[in-house]
Nanobody, 125 residues
Framework: DVQLVESGGGSVEAGGSLRLSCVAS????????MGWFRQGPGKEREGVAG????????NYADSVKGRFTISRDNAKNLVYLQMDGLMPEDTAQYFC??????????????????WGQGTQVTVSS
């Protein structure tokens, strides 16, 4: 079975930073996408960032461009989300996701087959 486990969430003040990690076990997706999604209170899930293992292309939501950075360690099946300049509106449950296969964009939730349980990020003003 494929399992994705996120870590690194927590509570920070506005302007602070957090680094989320996601380790994928039972998944040897040397190709395809891995991504980060979030769902805030009373909001729909939204794509935050995605990375394509085939060519390293990254995709970001407009709301996080310039503040968040996604990276991947293919050898260790790890994906990271470095979050800088955090704002209260970034408060949400953050989920890691993985999808084998070829995709033109790694930001669409519909392409993802495997999901983690999430880690909470809370940003206070």
């Amino acid at each position: 079975d494929v399992q994705l486990v996120e870590s690194g969430g927590g509570s920070v003040e506005a302007g602070g930073s957090l680094r989320l990690s996601c380790v994928a076990s039972g998944y040897t997706g040397r190709t395809g996408c891995m991504g980060w999604f979030r769902q805030g209170p009373g909001k729909e899930r939204e794509g935050v960032a995605g990375i394509n293992a085939d060519h390293g292309t990254t995709n970001y939501a407009d709301s996080v461009k310039g503040r968040f950075t996604i990276s991947r360690d293919n050898a260790k099946n790890l994906v990271y989300l470095q979050m800088d300049g955090l704002m209260p509106e970034d408060t949400a449950q953050y989920f890691c996701a993985a999808s084998p296969g070829s995709h033109t964009s790694c930001l669409a939730g519909a392409i993802y087959k495997y999901w983690g349980q999430g880690t909470q990020v809370t940003v206070s003003s």
